[in-house]
DNA sequence: CCTAACATACTGGTATGTCAGTTGTCAATC
DNA sequence: GATTGACAACTGACATACCAGTATGTTAGG
């Protein structure tokens, strides 16, 4: 069911609900903690409670909601302890996953990453435009070691964690201060699968989810910090 | 939302279904490919519909049903191929956990683990007896870990997977040949969260799980083999 | 005997109504 | 002024009814 098949039928209501209902999460339209209901959400997405309800089980699963009966259904608030701990379970996954692809990847795989790739080293764009790429890139390069690893639990696993990671990034980044170094790392991903070499790859994967890691880390502390400032 | 809270409030009717459901699925009561429907469920279960969707929602989420919109609900086929996924998952993750556990056990937690191995060493037990014990003995040490290793998404994939490989257990091995190597496997890494031993714990883990993913491969195997003599 | 149109039974998807539990309000009470 | 408790508003849990899509058996036509 997961692995976006080529294309897809005709979608359910639910899973239209979902889609939305996720991308409006994951964007911070929804805020976390904040506060939604069955019934108000029906009424926005103008369906009836039934394709919700299935919609916010499947939500619920990603964590990305808080069902509390006969009380509400609350957005995920947003906890950096959390997220510290799913980039480390990508740390002991994603190296491994992208030796394996490194074994595996095709010439048709390549191609369609290296056209983001030229894309990010012609430069002479806006510093937007630029970030947007970048994010574009890294997300595809990602998915596309995910779903090349020969290990669909592994896909399975990281796929879900994307929207997590994702909401985390735009709430609490800084995109100026991670841009370079996020770049480095991630075109020496590419550049290790381009060579179909399994080492260089698990260790560039290492370093760019060590990375990922160390932001966290550093954001962690300086919430620490505003909160110590808050008390004194 | 996890790692079960000492005392629960009164289980909504959802809960007590998938609770029954999983537990059906996983004691092979309900037989992998078996077709369900969610009216036959509600009447079995003598509730609406309702619960019995939102249960499978939860079980569709652990892989242990298949959905498919207007044509039916069965219950998720055995794949050796996916639980070799999954052992590999586990053996990407469970040695970490391991290591961190025995930097964090409770001298409460040993005891709980010791009375279950001093149960194994004493023999003079029928050997179903035996098996039981050493069942619970090895489930009790691997949730112990998960709990203990001080990441909860950790916990939580690892929790999610117990199903499947518990049905799979039940259905494909034959207990006689595994019981001795696996009893020598947990007690190396009961001894190791003994000592408070981090490498120790680490590699006895990653021994034990290497154990069964040989033992899966065995059985993938075996059924090549009887799927080639079919055809021979 | 085969094929294709059709009737039928069964499925999960969806809409809607009811219910019991929770929460916040606000007046009665001390 | 603080505490309490009745009450109203709102929530998700659950029951029920209906719908549209799918599979399958049946039959008319060749």
Same mark, same amino acid.
């Given at each position: 069911m997961n692995r976006a098949g080529s294309f897809e039928m005709a979608k359910t209501l639910t899973e239209e609900v979902y889609d939305r209902l996720r991308d409006d999460i994951v964007t911070l339209r929804l805020k976390p903690g904040e506060k939604v209901s069955e019934e108000r959400l029906a009424r926005r997405y103008e369906v009836s409670r039934a394709p919700i309800r299935d919609a916010i089980q499947k939500?619920?699963?990603?964590?990305?909601?808080?069902?509390?009966?006969?009380?509400?259904? @609350?957005?995920?608030?947003?906890?950096?302890?959390? #997220?510290?701990?799913?980039?480390?379970?990508?740390?002991?996954?994603?190296?491994? /996953?992208?030796?394996?692809? /490194?074994?595996?990847? =095709?010439?048709?795989?390549l191609e369609a990453l290296d056209q983001n790739f030229r894309q990010l080293e012609q430069g002479g764009?806006?510093?937007?435009? =630029?970030?947007? @790429?970048?994010?574009?890139?890294?997300?595809?390069?990602?998915?596309? #070691?995910?779903?090349?690893?020969?290990?669909?639990? #592994?896909?399975?696993?990281?796929?879900?964690?994307?929207?997590?990671?994702?909401?985390?990034?735009?709430?609490?980044?800084?995109?100026?201060?991670?841009?370079?170094p996020s770049r480095d790392e991630i075109f020496a991903i590419f550049k290790a699968l381009q060579m179909r070499d399994r080492?260089? /790859?698990?260790?560039?994967m290492q370093e760019h989810v060590s990375g990922i890691l160390g932001l966290i880390e550093q954001l962690i502390r300086e919430e620490d910090a505003f909160l110590l400032e808050g008390v004194g």
């Open positions: 939500l619920l699963q990603e964590e990305l909601v808080l069902v509390k009966p006969q009380v509400g259904t @609350i957005i995920m608030p947003l906890s950096l302890i959390r #997220i510290k701990d799913v980039v480390e379970v990508r740390m002991l996954l994603e190296p491994y /996953a992208a030796g394996a692809a /490194a074994e595996r990847v =095709t010439d048709h795989d764009l806006d510093r937007n435009r =630029t970030d947007e @790429i970048l994010f574009v890139t890294d997300n595809m390069l990602h998915q596309t #070691i995910w779903r090349l690893c020969g290990n669909n639990e #592994i896909y399975n696993v990281l796929y879900n964690y994307r929207g997590l990671v994702q909401r985390t990034v735009l709430a609490k980044v800084n995109p100026s201060k991670r841009v370079a080492d260089a /790859a698990r260790r560039a």
